[in-house]
């Protein structure tokens, strides 16, 4: 069997003209890539798939290599997500005897929803699916259903098969590597890499996901760690496949979790440029402990002689009565100054994450974060509004909230810390743009809405005008050109009776199947006698017709 692994990714820049039917993403998903890896080790052939707004907008079917018999779709974010139902619908509509599986942090997270919002899909999983799929796929191939553990399934009969048990992949050294090869032609170069080294998080920060995640499983180990063996093994692979690897980012959320296996990491990474004439330059990312300058001082030493040129530190807030709130690791402000010190001192570049932590951001914990930041003097900080995540403890407390909710003076506050911060120890050039590249946003921000709120306008008035002539064609019994303009309609909630419409125009033509498919998926929504009673006399049709 062939399987498609797609990866939806939202990517805000417009793509250069001269890269547009090549590249598409700045860096290999590694979930997806698992998948991939985990069925062509249990036989199957796959290929990837990068999807954007861009491609989809081209006909994403345009890059398959061949037809596939499974769809998987990895989904990370709601936004991604209201691409997916898109894409569902598409591919089940060109594609109709495949089968189609989504999966993902997005799905685990809202798993008990997915089948209403996806009718059309056949299964999804939940948490790790390295086993899951390959497990699914086997039951595509033997057109049998049963339950398997991660896996919500629609059997033969359109009743979904809820699985007992939800488990983590504890052993990482197990898997496949995954599939870097099939990436090649999607992405803007292959210099860089991601490496995974741990999954899951030992923290228990209230504004995070991890949590939320963490109660899905069932008696199952949530953080787990690979082998130092085992990751090199894999580092030694990547540049043997790509010869002019330059930089490998370690993904960890809990880096620092078994300090003595980060030491031995250390070690091995170092051991590897020893043998390299080019050497690789490597990234982590870690959450700070005070031990780091204090009895574990010795691991900044032996990162610096590993060549990690950055590390990543999830700072959130400046304030300390913040990070309590948001049950981040304990320490004080001086200790991750003397941090960001140390690493300066031994050349080592970092990248900040920070929060606008709104509602529990006053004056007093936005000066003392800007006045933090200042003295850490971050390489680069990359700066979000706090969000609060369904089924986290954060959205629990505080409710659901948007950016566009908060006054005038938190957004200015927000969008003001970066220059505030930089114009200490930042050169007045860089300033300099950061406060024009501040107006521009400001500025194409507006322009977006206003041209958003047109072209809405604009396909609201193209949608009527297609349904208006489709009723038209209708009346006239031109029921051919009926179905071709509710077909160039989006169907969504508001306008779900198109259905029913485009079957009885389906079922005049003699299409008996299509028509049965769209008085499915009206039913679904509205159990209307007439529809009813319409699919009936087309399954009898179907059945004289056989016979």
Not at 37 to 45: C, E, F
Not at 279 to 294: E, M, S
Not at 483 to 502: A, H, L, P, Q, S
Request: with cysteine; net charge positive.
């Amino acid at each position: 069997m062939h399987v498609c692994c797609v990866y939806i990714s939202l990517i805000q820049e417009f793509v250069n003209q001269i890269y547009k039917y090549k590249i598409r993403g700045f860096e290999i998903p590694l979930g997806i890539s698992y998948i991939s890896s985990s069925l062509k080790q249990a036989g199957y052939t796959t290929e990837l798939v990068y999807c954007t707004q861009y491609t989809y907008s081209e006909g994403v079917d345009r890059y398959f290599e061949k037809e596939p018999q499974v769809f998987a779709i990895s989904i990370t974010s709601v936004k991604e997500y209201q691409l997916a139902v898109e894409l569902v619908l598409f591919l089940k509509e060109k594609y109709k005897k495949a089968k189609v599986i989504v999966g993902g942090p997005y799905i685990t997270l809202h798993h008990r929803k997915v089948f209403e919002d996806m009718k059309e899909i056949d299964a999804l999983c939940i948490e790790a699916g390295e086993k899951a799929i390959v497990e699914y796929v086997r039951q595509v191939e033997n057109g049998q259903y049963s339950k398997a553990d991660n896996l919500w399934i629609k059997d033969n009969d359109g009743q979904i098969i809820k699985c007992d048990k939800i488990v983590s992949t504890e052993n990482l050294d197990k898997l496949p590597f995954p599939d870097r090869k099939g990436w090649e032609k999607w992405l803007y170069n292959n210099n860089s890499q991601p490496i995974l080294w741990t999954t899951g998080c030992i923290y228990n920060c209230i504004f995070c996901a991890s949590n939320a995640l963490r109660k899905n499983l069932n008696n199952s180990r949530y953080f787990n760690r690979r082998s130092v063996e085992n990751f090199v093994e894999e580092i030694n692979c990547i540049i043997r496949e790509f010869k002019y690897i330059s930089v490998l980012r370690i993904i960890s959320f809990s880096a620092l979790a078994d300090v003595n296996s980060f030491r031995k990491l250390c070690i091995a990474l170092k051991k590897i440029n020893d043998g390299l004439k080019n050497k690789i330059g490597f990234v982590v990312t870690f959450n700070f402990t005070y031990n780091l300058l204090d009895k574990d001082s010795d691991i900044l030493e032996l990162m610096k002689e590993a060549n990690v040129k950055w590390c990543f530190f999830s700072l959130e807030a400046g304030a300390q009565e913040i990070r309590q709130k948001l049950r981040k690791p304990t320490y004080k402000n001086e200790q991750i100054i003397e941090f960001f010190k140390r690493l300066r001192i031994l050349g080592i570049k970092t990248a900040c994450y920070v929060m606008y932590c709104y509602p529990f951001e006053t004056k007093k914990t936005y000066k003392e974060t800007v006045e933090c930041l200042r003295q850490c003097q971050p390489t680069y900080i990359t700066y979000s509004f706090l969000t609060p995540i369904e089924y986290t403890e954060l959205r629990d407390l505080v409710g659901d909230f948007k950016y566009e909710d908060v006054n005038f003076i938190h957004k200015y506050r927000y969008h003001t810390l970066l220059l505030r911060v930089y114009i200490k120890y930042k050169p007045f050039k860089q300033c300099l743009r950061i406060f024009f590249k501040l107006i521009y946003k400001l500025i194409i921000d507006r322009m977006r809405k206003h041209i958003f709120i047109k072209l809405n306008d604009k396909q609201e008035k193209k949608k009527q005008n297609f349904q208006k002539r489709a009723k038209q064609e209708m009346d006239n019994g031109n029921y051919k050109q009926a179905i071709k303009c509710f077909n160039k309609v989006k169907i969504k909630e508001d306008n779900y009776w198109i259905y029913g419409d485009r079957g009885i125009a389906k079922m005049a033509t003699g299409d008996y199947k299509g028509a049965i498919r769209d008085f499915n998926k009206v039913l679904a929504l509205e159990p209307q006698e007439a529809y009813i009673k319409a699919r009936q006399e087309c399954l009898q049709k179907l059945k004289l017709n056989n016979k």
